[in-house]
């Protein structure tokens, strides 16, 4: 439950063991590697050079792999929804060494690559006699070798396209030219035409026939007659569909060894990572450093990995002044789901605290109250736990939600919402059923927020007040334990005196508490007062740090204006348990539908409250991760912080069982 403590390593390597040694790490995934532009040794010996070269030939087969799995992926069987779940394989470690060690898979990959080449040609020669076909179409029933009518000695012969409609008006324009015009077919409202001239009028031929929308037609790429030629090109067009067809069937025989193909995959992106950190790092002609970053509980397994080594040493070193020292978070199990919200706000500063465990029971229990409803929190709960069971990834998500799902159980009994007002609204308030539920049900609820919002109210402000001194607080026993006293006392400590002593002079004139504390509280707040005047800005001159001082005083309204943002906590509540009165209104009115009412009232009730829960949740989350990011976070915790990224070994398509 802590920001864990990093220790910067050097490791020195000749370069005949340095692959290994990458290796090793990189399947330890321990360390953070810096290039050589990061790194401090490359500064401080500027003879050391990287190598500039890419990883090309590996680049390249890595390509090749993925092309072949998305080639292969669309003639694979349609996956399962187990299978969409969890669509890493798993495999054994020696079913993944034999994959990648043999040539078969190469084979695999080779046989891939020829018949995407070959289908990839299939398809051009298809496309280009698809545009024959339709060019010749219309030209269909002209019953003439095309190659003849370029032999004509005195005539000559044009073919073209006219609208339909404007096929007389072409008619016309030629027929004082010595020209006749005829219609061979059509084409989408187009009349393909035969125009025939002499060769001498043919250009004002040309010039009558645009003005009537005329278009040429260019044929003189075919030779033969046109009936003859579609034959022809369909009989290619059987015959491509019918080698396409074989080299499909031979793709979905070979989508079956796809498993080889995502070993190979995983393997070569693995590689491809190790390579471009290898070509990145700092050397020397003889000698690989890696320099970089490990947790300091990590050491000992650097060691022992180095120790395999004879041409390796590790050397521990100081980071250099202003360096960015890299940030992992640490939590048991029952936090662990909560850093999902640490890490979309940001990691915190390597001298701050780790916010997980201390926003993790106020998420979960504003999450619980912004639904406040037992059936929704047993839908919730059911279906992440079915979920957590069958996905591969993104576990610490569902688990934070599976304990919101609980929360919203709790948060449902004590306002007595389950599935709103069902139990009142729908069951008759005679029967033996009602009785027992409702009876459950208004023994455990502890209010109900349609009778008492008030209640609500004062429980939501309840709880943001203690978040936002919660927060005061960890940032106060912060800079203690860093000694800084000066920030803990005048940053921290004295907001603290000073905002309680409004709650203790409000208790003072409500005659709850003795009157002289009333007193007291108001001198302890002049005192405070001044120290926030005086103290908040500790250095610059006189005027500014007064001039920021008042701002800081006038900010308590800022400080009020923050925990009235918690009522949100009751408006969500209400409005859920709103909606789902509203859609038990209406299957209440459907159920007297004669017949067919319980079926629709039913059908009504399934919908309805599956919206109102999926908008519900959307709020739930959103609210609760704003009021720990806004009014929260502020109050101690410093973001900013450079996630830890060590080189390790990533699977996208396999799990591998040890």
């Known amino acids: ?318 980071p250099a002044e202003g360096e960015p020292i890299p940030v992992e978070i640490e939590n048991n199990k029952a936090i662990r789901p909560f850093e999902t919200i640490t890490r979309l706000y940001g990691m915190p500063q390597q001298t701050n605290v780790d916010p997980t465990v201390f926003l993790a029971p106020f998420f979960a229990i504003f999450f619980g109250l912004c639904i406040s409803d037992v059936g929704y929190g047993i839908i919730l709960t059911i279906t992440l736990w079915w979920l957590l069971r069958k996905v591969q990834t993104g576990k610490g998500a569902l688990t934070l939600f599976l304990i919101c799902g609980l929360t919203t159980i709790l948060g449902g009994i004590i306002t007595g919402s389950w599935f709103a007002d069902t139990f009142t609204a729908l069951i008759p308030q005679q029967s033996i059923l009602y009785s027992g539920l409702n009876g459950i049900r208004e023994r455990l609820m502890l209010f109900d927020p349609m009778k008492s919002p008030l209640t609500f109210v004062a429980l939501a402000l309840a709880l943001g007040y203690i978040q936002i001194m919660f927060g005061f607080c960890i940032a106060l026993v912060n800079n203690l334990l860093k000694k800084n006293f000066t920030a803990a006392i005048c940053d921290q400590f004295v907001w603290i005196l000073f905002l309680n002593n409004f709650i203790v002079l409000y208790l003072a004139k409500g005659k709850i508490i003795p009157a002289y504390f009333g007193t007291i509280s108001i001198i302890t707040a002049i005192i405070c007062a001044a120290l926030i005047l005086l103290f908040t800005v500790r250095q610059g001159p006189w005027t500014g740090r007064l001039g920021m001082g008042l701002f800081q005083l006038f900010s308590t309204v800022f400080y009020v204006g923050d925990i009235l943002s918690y009522v949100r906590l009751m408006a969500l509540g209400m409005v859920s348990a709103g909606f789902g009165m509203a859609i038990n209104v209406i299957v209440k009115l459907l159920m007297d539908v004669p017949y067919a009412g319980y079926m629709l009232g039913g059908i009504v009730f399934a919908a309805g409250h599956t919206t109102n829960l999926a908008l519900s949740f959307l709020g739930a989350f959103v609210h609760s991760l704003r009021l720990q990011f806004v009014e929260f976070f502020p109050k101690f915790f410093v973001g900013g912080g450079m996630d830890f990224r060590p080189l390790r070994k990533e699977y996208k398509h396999i799990m591998i069982k040890e």
């Open 1 to 318: 439950m802590s920001i864990a403590q990093m220790q910067k390593i050097l490791i020195a390597s000749y370069r005949t063991e340095a692959k290994e040694v990458l290796e090793a790490l990189q399947s330890s995934g321990i360390m953070q590697i810096l290039d050589a532009e990061r790194a401090i040794v490359s500064k401080e010996w500027p003879e050391l050079y990287t190598e500039i070269e890419r990883p090309k030939d590996i680049e390249d087969i890595y390509t090749k792999i993925g092309s072949a799995l998305k080639f292969l992926n669309k003639y694979a069987p349609k996956p399962t929804l187990a299978e969409a779940l969890a669509p890493r394989t798993i495999v054994s470690k020696k079913e993944y060494i034999l994959a990648i060690g043999t040539d078969e898979v190469m084979a695999i990959l080779k046989e891939c690559d020829r018949l995407i080449n070959r289908l990839r040609k299939l398809g051009e020669q298809q496309e280009h006699l698809t545009g024959q076909l339709n060019m010749l179409l219309p030209w269909e029933k002209l019953d003439t070798n095309l190659a003849d009518l370029e032999k004509l000695e005195k005539g000559a012969v044009i073919l073209g396209l006219v609208p339909i409609k404007k096929f007389g008006l072409a008619e016309e324009k030629i027929k004082d030219l010595q020209a006749a015009i005829e219609k061979i077919g059509s084409k989408n409202g187009l009349a393909a035409c035969a125009v025939i001239t002499l060769k001498e009028n043919t250009a004002e031929v040309y010039k009558a026939l645009r003005s009537g929308e005329f278009e040429a037609v260019n044929l003189t790429q075919f030779k033969g007659i046109p009936a003859e030629l579609l034959k022809n090109i369909q009989k290619q067009l059987q015959d491509i569909h019918q080698q396409r067809a074989a080299l499909e069937k031979q793709s979905q025989q070979l989508s079956k060894s796809r498993l080889k193909l995502q070993m190979l995959a995983d393997y070569y992106a693995n590689l491809l990572g190790r390579e471009r950190t290898r070509l990145s790092v700092p050397e020397t002609d003889q000698t690989v450093l890696l320099e970089g970053w490990v947790k300091k509980h990590d050491i000992k397994k650097v060691r022992e990995i180095l120790a395999k080594f004879n041409g390796t040493s590790l050397d521990l070193i100081a």
